[in-house]
């Protein structure tokens, strides 16, 4: 009967997704995370409410987080996770409408990596517990941007990145995708700012001249991770795309933004077309200031994104509709575990490459096909074999560790894989019966597993080879496109000019590349990806025409996966770690926390 009702709302009613999400039978609670402290089969919170102060001078956060618990055992205590958060105050209640009364806590000892964890003890029939507490000015999930690192040099900035598990940075929750929340909050800011949250905003956009009023309330009823919880706040404008996406950014950039992005309704369209309708109420997307750490972080409602997709052509696009796939495949079906992580990145992967072949045609998704297994070949050749395995093994670990090419394109390529062998009509039908079965559901590859075996037909995929075992099975797909025959020509797009750099071998020497640039402009390329690309090479030949672009470029932007190469290319010489330390001494006040972590580990080696 439950297959018959969700056939009628896929069909008729979106909107009834989040209702019948929240009426039907409750999603069965998961183990506990390793990398959280959490205890949520006892105690476990379902909806939170945020007020919160913005406070630029000091660079903290400082408000409340209340949360709306259920209690499977009454003698149990509340755990949330923390990180380098102050804890001045926790009260209870037993329901909305009693008074609040001060309660007992306890914040235990720091974990390196976990961070701490705050118990709270329960007196009998409470249900709401509310924190209150303050950021550190260096939480890992915050960057706190002066006026002169922004676009318009004006006003500071401010973002959030929770994933993996710096969400704990800046609440105190219950820091597990296997746990999800509805959320609501309040933030105030300075009065000339602009706040934006993954929630539906009370803030009118009917009247864009309106000044901010400083004071903002946010709204999502859809249950989310709480990895998905983000902020924004800054000197933002906002333009329409079509009449449920839009796009925000600084003054300075947001016109280039709307034009690079106008294809985002045909995307939105492509998806739903593929695997159900949008289940969000919006898709907007904020085009943050440079130092963002990576490429997009899918936050519902509000993907935010790197500057860097903004080559003028619309050639890097693809990032948006990976994140935007990522409203199906990790926010819809969210991994339950870190360990689990190929469950998002995997299917988004091969969801967008299917996204970009609706609307840019079968040679452009084959052409990114190609790139992507290039680039996860060469990863493999230097990852130990436990980073490997698509079901990876974190204990112990940053799960930020785990985010290499593994999950994103050795997941792609074992759905790519299940779509040869049974058909892509009925690999879509296997597809839109998984999006059904767990949406608003965190899940584990075990279930995975068995739903793959209970839905698909036998194959001769090695199905435990692909999740358990290190490399690629010898049977692995191998896309090819014939796009990338030929000649240089000045015609070339994006992904032609990344083919033929990747195709020369790694010490062609200072000579060639000089020969080269000046053929074809390498170093004065305003594309982030060819110009990454290039001054990679340029540290490997040690093209030194190429290092005063180097040295701008690595000041310049913050994205994680352009800096990391650079970066572990210079620390393999004396000369180049010398470079490095002396660029990145300028360069890491830039950087987001995120990313200076692991530049700091490359560079301590």
């Known amino acids: 009967m439950l297959d018959v009702c969700w056939r009628q709302v896929i069909r008729f009613a979106p909107a009834l997704l989040v209702l019948l999400a929240a009426c039907g039978p409750k999603p069965k609670m998961q183990p506990q995370d390793r990398h959280s402290f959490a205890t949520p089969l006892e105690v476990r919170t379902k909806h939170l409410d945020l007020d919160l102060e913005v406070l630029f001078e000091q660079k903290i956060l400082r408000g409340t987080a209340t949360h709306t618990v259920v209690r499977t055992d009454e003698d149990a205590p509340l755990v949330l996770d923390t990180r380098d ?58 960057q706190w941007l002066e006026p002169a690192q922004t676009s318009g040099k004006q006003k500071p900035f401010l973002y959030t990145q929770s994933q993996a598990i710096h969400a704990r940075s800046w609440i105190p929750l219950q820091d597990s995708p296997g746990v999800r929340i509805t959320y609501r909050a309040r933030i105030r800011t300075p009065k000339d700012l602009i706040a934006v949250m993954s ?31 983000a902020l924004a706040v800054g000197e933002i404008e906002f333009r329409y795309l079509s009449s449920r996406s839009g796009v925000w950014a600084e003054p300075g950039v947001v016109e280039r933004a709307a034009k690079e992005l106008a294809d985002t309704e045909r995307m939105i369209q492509a998806a739903e077309k593929l695997f159900g309708p949008y289940a969000w109420y919006r898709y907007d997307i904020l085009i943050l200031p440079p130092s963002f750490p990576f490429g997009g972080m899918e936050n519902p409602l509000m993907t935010f994104a790197t500057p860097t997709i903004l080559a003028g052509d619309k050639s890097l696009v693809s990032l948006i509709a990976h994140e935007l796939a990522h409203s199906w495949s990790g926010n819809l079906v969210t991994n339950a575990s870190w360990s689990d992580f190929w469950l998002n990145e995997g299917f988004t992967t091969y969801f967008e490459r299917r996204i970009l072949e609706e609307v840019y045609g079968p040679k452009r998704a084959r ?16 990852l130990p074999q436990k980073d490997q395995i698509l079901h990876i093994d974190l204990s112990g ?50 279930q995975f597993r068995n739903f793959l075996n209970k839905n698909m037909p036998p194959t001769q995929v090695p199905v435990e080879e692909w999740l358990t075992m290190p490399g690629l099975p010898a049977s692995a797909p191998k896309p090819v496109s014939d796009t ?51 001054l990679r090479m340029a540290v490997v030949n040690r093209y030194a025409a190429a290092y005063p672009k180097l040295e701008e470029s690595l000041v310049a932007v913050g994205r994680r996966k352009y800096l990391k190469p650079i970066y572990e290319e210079l620390a393999k010489t004396a000369e180049g770690m010398a470079m490095a330390k002396r660029i990145y001494e300028a360069a890491r006040p830039g950087y987001h926390p995120i990313t200076a972590a692991t530049i700091d580990a490359i560079l301590r080696k």
């Open 85 to 142: 958060l102050t804890i001045t105050k926790v009260e209870t209640a037993e329901s909305a409408d009693k008074p609040f009364t001060p309660a007992k806590f306890e914040v235990a000892p720091k974990d390196p990596i976990l961070g701490a964890a705050l118990k709270i003890p329960l007196p009998s029939g409470a249900t709401l517990v509310r924190v209150h507490y303050a950021t550190s000015p260096a939480a890992s999930g915050l």
């Open 199 to 229: 929630a539906r905003s009370d803030f009118r956009l009917a009247n864009p001249k309106e000044p901010p009023h400083g004071d903002y309330s946010f709204r999502l009823p859809q249950a989310i991770p709480s990895y998905l919880i």
């Open 367 to 382: 052409m990114e096909a190609v790139l992507g297994r290039q680039s996860l070949v060469e990863e493999l050749k230097t």
């Open 397 to 446: 670990r940053d799960p930020d560790e785990g985010a290499t090419n593994v999950p994103y394109e050795k997941g792609a390529l074992f759905l790519t894989a299940l779509e040869g062998a049974v058909g892509r009509e009925r690999f879509d039908a296997f597809l839109n019966a998984y999006f059904r079965r767990f949406s608003f559901e965190s899940i584990t590859t075990s």
């Open 484 to 534: 990338f025959q030929g000649e240089p020509s000045l015609q070339w797009n994006t992904h032609q000019w990344l083919h033929f750099l990747r195709s020369f071998p790694p010490g062609i020497g200072a000579a060639k590349m000089a020969q080269l640039d000046r053929l074809y402009h390498f170093t004065r390329s305003t594309n982030y990806e060819i110009l990454f690309e290039w």
